[in-house]
T-cell receptor
């Protein structure tokens, strides 16, 4: 069993829809949770960073962490074609930046 | 502009040859990382360095070597001992005090 599981998709939704991307994990010691966006043939860029449980909002993006269920989500409101990318969840146990575990990524396509 | 650069963008290598991938950052970050990305497998850590003149093996270090002689530079050598080197290679850096890693644009290596 992988430490972090992420549905690979592809996920295709119409423009303007609300998108929900999810990851589950097995290591209860994870405390720091991140979402990265990766466009085709580019490096990942950090989208959201959260610590422990709760919600964090940034514009059209909301990150949600439920440590009791070992489940994290990224919601995208009013989705745009420019949101079409692969979304990677990532998590770690501490803040020393020594080891981050990445999900395999979900490919998202927003249809105009 | 601050950031991470990787070169070349595309690299072709014949079997049995060593090849070196360049990674440079001007973010004044202490920590640097090398990942390998294969389709459907997410990012796997090859090597990381938290300080100059020191580095540690990641999960898949066999067949790779690195050096960290300068804070700004963390080159990766893919040796002929790496059995399946064709992949997308990503370099990242962080302050070392948080888990936020910033990625370069990547190098796509193809073995002919």
């Amino acid at each position: 069993q992988k430490e972090v599981e992420q549905d690979p998709g592809p996920l295709s939704v119409p423009e303007g829809a609300i998108v929900s991307l999810n990851c589950t994990y097995s290591n209860s010691a994870f405390q720091y949770f991140m979402w990265y966006r990766q466009y085709s043939r580019k490096g990942p860029e950090l989208l959201m960073y959260t610590y422990s449980s709760g919600n964090k909002e940034d514009g059209r993006f909301t990150a949600q962490v439920d440590k009791s269920s070992k489940y994290i989500s990224l919601f995208i409101r009013d989705s745009q074609p420019s949101d079409s990318a692969t979304y990677l969840c990532a998590m770690s146990e501490n803040s020393s930046a020594s080891k981050i575990i990445f999900g395999s990524g979900t490919r998202l396509s927003i249809r105009p | 502009d601050g950031g991470i650069t990787q070169s070349p963008k595309y690299l072709f290598r014949k079997e049995g040859q060593n090849v070196t991938l360049s990674c440079e950052q001007n973010l004044n970050h202490d920590a640097m990382y090398w990942y390998r990305q294969d389709p459907g497998q997410g990012l796997r850590l090859i090597y990381y360095s938290q300080i100059v003149n020191d580095f540690q093996k990641g999960d898949i270090a066999e067949g790779y070597s690195v050096s960290r002689e300068k804070k700004e530079s963390f080159p990766l050598t893919v040796t002929s001992a790496q059995k399946n080197p064709t992949a997308f290679y990503l370099c990242a850096s962080s302050t070392g005090r948080t888990d936020t890693q910033y990625f370069g644009p990547g190098t796509r290596l193809t073995v002919l």
